[in-house]
């Protein structure tokens, strides 16, 4: 099946540091690509759309200037957290999608970052 | 209103049990229908794939779309502590790049 790989799986940085997490698309192009977040015990919560060679699209309340998004091949988006701060500790993962129908897509996710700022 | 409702549970079951997990939607415009599974501190699995209305079956897993009602199950025979996880629902509309997502249900299954 179609693989999505997300690199690194965890990191601990420094508060003021910035961290790049890196989505790749193992086995298929992917022009769109997409940035979840989610809390202990709650759902995905959907950050920003990747779109590769364009600006990504970023859903309301989540900060472009913070979260920077750059999808420069159609197998490779990634995420910087910039000047990071404990409150921004989360799960990150990213997700790509398949079409297996004319206008249909399914998702595959990759396995999640795990950030930590302390 | 959510565009996507899922009983967040905990849910708990004996080894052996069927369970039932359920979505429901109000947009009539979706079409895809999926599953996903996570286990704890990792990304989600695709689980099961469903499009328009109709049931699709893999092994232990039968995935149900009820249009009509908006409705749409997983069901999970001969459970196992390995189905254990956080299972998604999700779906989506024709042209549309992007998923909408229940907000999970916590099985855990007791040997």
């Known amino acids: 099946g179609a693989v999505v790989s997300q690199h690194p799986s965890w990191v601990i940085c420094k508060s003021g540091t910035s961290v790049k997490i890196e989505c790749r698309s193992l086995?298929?192009?992917?022009?769109?690509m997409f940035w979840y977040r989610q809390f202990p015990k709650q759902s995905l919560m959907l950050m920003a759309t990747s779109n590769e060679g364009s600006k990504a699209t970023y859903e309301q309340g989540v900060e472009k200037d913070k979260f920077l998004i750059n999808h420069a091949s159609l197998t490779l988006s990634t995420l910087t957290v910039t000047s990071a701060h404990p409150e921004d500790s989360s799960f990150y993962i990213c997700?790509?999608?398949?079409?297996?129908?004319?206008?249909?897509?399914?998702?595959?996710f990759g396995e999640g970052s795990w950030l930590t700022v302390v | 209103q959510k565009e996507v409702e899922q009983d967040p549970g905990p849910l708990s079951v004996p080894e052996g049990a069927i369970v039932s997990l359920n979505c429901t939607y109000s947009?009539?415009?979706?079409?895809?229908f999926m599953w996903y599974r996570q286990y704890s501190r990792k990304g989600p699995e695709l689980l099961m794939y469903?499009?328009?209305?109709g049931n699709k079956e893999d092994g232990r897993f039968t995935a149900q779309v009820d249009k009509s009602s908006k409705y749409i199950s997983l069901f999970i025979r001969d459970s196992q502590p390995s189905d254990s996880a956080t299972y998604l629902c999700?779906?989506?509309?024709?042209?549309?790049?992007?998923?909408?997502f229940g907000t999970g249900t916590r099985l855990t299954v007791i040997p």
């Open positions: 947009n009539s415009a979706f079409q895809y």
């Open positions: 086995d298929f192009q992917a022009t769109t």
């Open positions: 469903t499009y328009s209305s």
């Open positions: 999700a779906m989506s509309a024709p042209g549309a790049n992007n998923l909408f």
């Open positions: 997700s790509a999608g398949l079409a297996l129908r004319t206008s249909g897509n399914t998702i595959y």
